[in-house]
């Protein structure tokens, strides 16, 4: 193959989207793991992100009942 045929392979986007997009176990084991932690963590102050948006919205919906009452 001469370089006359390699160079519009190279610049095809089926050439660099496959260069790209391979990933072996040695890249991906240790991503998931950081992606795993970081996943974790947002679950655990999710929970308390929610109590406290639902504490918040009961405190305002106590406060507008009643002037919706008068």
Known sequence: MSIHELVPLINSSHFLSA??????????????????GILGVLLVFWQRFVRLA????????????????K
């Open 54 to 69: 639902r504490r918040v919205g009961q405190f305002f919906m106590r406060k507008l009942r009643p002037a919706a009452k």
């Open 19 to 36: 260069i790209l997009l391979y990933a072996g176990p040695d890249q991906i084991l240790p991503l998931m793991s950081v992606l795993g």
